[in-house]
């Protein structure tokens, strides 16, 4: 058995959104922005941020995974599905729900430099510090959160918990199950 405890709220998330949105409108000031989601887990995240931005974007996703099946990291990113938008010259702000380990996050700014865009920043709702193996920059943090299994807002335990209007820990059952 296993429970959901409320870590972030849905209001919480959302006035979250809203900073972050801000602070990226001030920082383009009506530049053209190719809005990148890191798929599955960012496309809440995504479809909520790109609605308060106010800015002339365009949206493409890329699918990696860090993680497979496992709650652990396998410490490797693999790239299952690249850009399709030519990013040459363009202003690129990946977009994911999650910075854990940053292996994602440094990968994908590697891959976006590679591709040769004029700039590349991350924007990740969530970072959670304590898992860091690599000293990446994350642009636009939205909340800081300690070393949990978190559900919902797009993130996900074995493909469920994504609907999810709010964050939530995934506990054990008082059986240890
Ligand atoms: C999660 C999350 C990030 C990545 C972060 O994706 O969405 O993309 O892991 O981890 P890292 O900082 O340790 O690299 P996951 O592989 O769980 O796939 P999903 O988004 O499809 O759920």
């Given at each position: 058995?296993?429970?959901?405890?409320?870590?972030?709220?849905?209001?919480?998330?959302?006035?979250?959104?809203?900073?972050?949105?801000?602070?990226?409108?001030?920082?383009?000031?009506?530049?053209?922005?190719?809005?990148?989601?890191?798929?599955?887990?960012?496309?809440?995240?995504?479809s909520?941020?790109?609605?308060?931005?106010?800015?002339p974007?365009?949206?493409?996703?890329?699918?990696?995974?860090?993680?497979?099946?496992?709650?652990?990291?396998?410490?490797?990113?693999?790239?299952?599905?690249g850009?399709?938008?030519?990013?040459?010259?363009?202003?690129?702000?990946?977009?994911?729900?999650?910075?854990?380990?940053?292996?994602?996050?440094?990968?994908?700014?590697g891959?976006?430099e590679?591709?040769?865009?004029?700039?590349?920043?991350?924007?990740?709702?969530?970072?959670?510090?304590a898992?860091?193996?690599?000293?990446?920059?994350?642009?636009?943090t939205?909340?800081?959160v300690?070393d949990?299994?978190?559900v919902?807002?797009?993130?996900?335990?074995?493909?469920?918990?994504?609907e999810?209007?709010?964050?939530?820990?995934?506990?054990?059952?008082?059986d240890?199950?």
């Open positions: 058995m296993t429970a959901l405890k409320l870590i972030i709220s849905e209001s919480q998330i959302q006035e979250g959104v809203g900073r972050l949105a801000q602070q990226i409108r001030a920082d383009y000031q009506d530049q053209p922005l190719l809005v990148v989601g890191v798929l599955h887990g960012s496309f809440v995240f995504l909520d941020l790109i609605r308060r931005m106010d800015l974007i365009q949206v493409d996703f890329v699918r990696v995974s860090s993680y497979g099946e496992l709650a652990q990291s396998s410490g490797k990113v693999r790239l299952h599905h850009i399709r938008t030519s990013v040459v010259g363009k202003n690129v702000l990946v977009v994911d729900d999650i910075v854990d380990t940053g292996l994602t996050a440094q990968f994908l700014r891959y976006f590679g591709r040769r865009a004029s700039t590349v920043r991350i924007c990740s709702l969530l970072d959670k510090p898992r860091r193996r690599t000293a990446v920059t994350v642009d636009y939205g909340f800081e300690p949990q299994f978190l919902g807002y797009g993130l996900d335990y074995n493909q469920q918990y994504r999810l209007r709010a964050l939530y820990s995934l506990e054990a059952g008082t240890g199950s």
